[in-house]
T-cell receptor, first 114, second 110 residues
Framework: GAVVSQHPSWVICKSGTSVKIECRSLDFQATTMFWYRQFPKQSLMLMATSNEGSKATYEQGVEKDKFLINHASLTLSTLTVTSAHPEDSSFYIC??????????FGPGTRLTVL | QKEVEQNSGPLSVPEGAIASLNCTYSDRGSQSFFWYRQYSGKSPELIMFIYSNGDKEDGRFTAQLNKASQYVSLLIRDSQPSDSATYLCAVNRDDYKLSFGAGTTVTVRA
């Protein structure tokens, strides 16, 4: 149990375009979903916390208008990187929480912006 | 002071030996502690969690927690080459949020 999927696993896009990443909890209902970003040889940085049916909570320094989060159901959250630029190239990872702070991670999406 | 601190390594151990990883945290109110394993280019995988002081064993892994010292550790017994990865310590920040350390890279020599 506790399987989280992400789609796509990798994406290459041109600067200025928008990219949508989906995160799904496949075998459980997630009370909360999280979006992280990880640059090479660095740890995970929390970008935002997402609860179904409510607005996402963004961490300090993360632009909410650039990283749009929609949490449509207890099993689906999406992250849209709007007007992507090369500095947004990173490994984006979602996680879903089931209970007692346990977070289960999706496989990640590697975004490359040309 | 970082919220969660780990030695970055690399920690190199021979196959069959014990790998010992350490983590300290700053928030004395933290209640939940996690160890994740991350292979290069992959996302983290939960391997252990611990909530109470003392030791918790799961197969070849043992997590140790000392809340008074704000210290949590992970022991990997009988290390295998497949254990070569980066190990991330995570501590709950507040409801449902985790703070991660920078990770310790472990290399198991065959």
């Amino acid at each position: 149990g506790a399987v989280v999927s992400q789609h796509p696993s990798w994406v290459i896009c041109k600067s200025g375009t928008s990219v949508k990443i989906e995160c799904r909890s496949l075998d459980f209902q997630a009370t909360t979903m999280f979006w992280y970003r990880q640059f090479p040889k660095q740890s995970l940085m929390l970008m935002a916390t997402s609860n179904e049916g409510s607005k996402a909570t963004y961490e300090q320094g993360v632009e909410k208008d650039k990283f749009l989060i929609n949490h449509a159901s207890l099993t689906l959250s999406t992250l849209t990187v709007t007007s992507a630029h090369p500095e947004d190239s990173s490994f984006y990872i979602c996680s879903a929480s089931r209970a007692r702070n346990e977070q289960f991670f999706g496989p990640g999406t590697r975004l490359t912006v040309l | 002071q970082k919220e969660v601190e780990q030695n970055s390594g690399p920690l190199s151990v021979p196959e069959g030996a014990i790998a010992s990883l350490n983590c300290t945290y700053s928030d004395r109110g933290s209640q939940s502690f996690f160890w994740y394993r991350q292979y290069s280019g992959k996302s983290p995988e939960l391997i252990m969690f611990i909530y109470s002081n003392g030791d918790k064993e799961d197969g070849r892994f043992t997590a140790q927690l000392n809340k008074a010292s704000q210290y949590v550790s992970l022991l990997i017994r009988d290390s295998q080459p497949s254990d070569s990865a980066t190990y991330l310590c995570a501590v709950n920040r507040d409801d449902y949020k985790l703070s991660f350390g920078a990770g310790t890279t472990v290399t198991v020599r065959a």
